[in-house]
Nanobody, 115 residues
Framework: QVQLVESGGGLVQPGGSLRLSCAAS????????MGWYRQAPGKQRELVAA???????NYVDNVKGRFTISRDNAKNTVYLQMNSLKPEDTAVYYC?????????WGQGTQVTVSS
């Protein structure tokens, strides 16, 4: 019963920045971690970054130092700040919220990095 709404995707030049937002509503008491996955054409969906309620974070190796995940627990919103974007970052980015017994996905937002 968790609903996720994503925003912030778009077209950006290489080296540019975007910030994605994911607002959660519904049974938010059950959420133990939130994160961002991405899926490029012809590739499997991969975890980009995740954050727990306690603030612990994890990143896929190829975004470390460029992407930062953060959460405003009062607003039930997770952000993904993406800097120094590369063409290989182009993908549909999906917000996810997980608990011990369920996972919810957002609708996805397109990020395109191109000149």
């Amino acid at each position: 019963q968790v609903q996720l709404v994503e925003s912030g995707g778009g077209l950006v030049q290489p080296g540019g920045s975007l910030r994605l937002s994911c607002a959660a509503s519904g049974s938010i008491f059950s959420i133990s971690a939130m994160g961002w996955y991405r899926q490029a054409p012809g590739k499997q969906r991969e975890l980009v970054a995740a954050i727990t309620r306690g603030g612990s974070t994890n990143y896929v190796d190829n975004v470390k130092g460029r992407f930062t995940i953060s959460r405003d627990n009062a607003k039930n919103t997770v952000y993904l700040q993406m800097n120094s974007l590369k063409p290989e970052d182009t993908a549909v980015y999906y917000c996810t919220a997980g608990s011990d017994y369920a996972r919810t996905w957002g609708q996805g937002t397109q990020v395109t990095v191109s000149s």
